[in-house]
């Protein structure tokens, strides 16, 4: 069964950090973008960061630009997302997907072309 699975979410207070990660089962990331979204209860789904499978193209949301790093390793199925410096307005439901012909831009800015969504996993920014 295709699966995406998220990790990584927790309480961290503001300044902090944590690391997001995506997992697949039973298909390989490699040849797909994949996207970090966000939503909180009530507020549209947001494009937090995309990246492209071939070329390492990357998007980010105005809001997390500087802070954020997404990254992928291929050979562990595997995509990141480093957050850092969170704020308590990070606090979100975050979600990853992949896109099989999305492009970051498709995916981040204009939210479609998502082919797999995981469960999510919840990030609480507070003191």
């Known amino acids: 069964q295709v699966q995406l699975v998220e990790s990584g979410g927790g309480l961290v207070k503001p300044g902090g950090s944590l690391r997001l990660s995506c997992a697949a089962s039973?298909?390989?990331?490699?040849?797909?973008?994949i996207g970090w979204f966000r939503q909180v209860p009530g507020k549209e789904r947001e494009g937090v960061s995309c990246i492209s499978s071939s070329e390492g193209s990357t998007y980010y949301a105005d809001s997390v630009k500087g802070r954020f790093t997404i990254a992928r390793y291929n050979g562990k199925n595997m995509v990141y997302l480093e957050m850092n410096s969170l704020k308590p307005e990070d606090t979100a439901v975050y979600y990853c997907?992949?896109?099989?012909?999305?492009?970051?831009?498709?995916?981040?800015?204009?939210?479609?072309?998502?082919?797999?969504w995981g469960k999510g996993t919840l990030v609480t920014v507070s003191s």
């Open positions: 997907s992949a896109g099989a012909v999305a492009t970051v831009l498709a995916m981040c800015r204009y939210n479609i072309g998502m082919d797999y």
């Open positions: 039973e298909f390989t990331l490699d040849y797909y973008t």
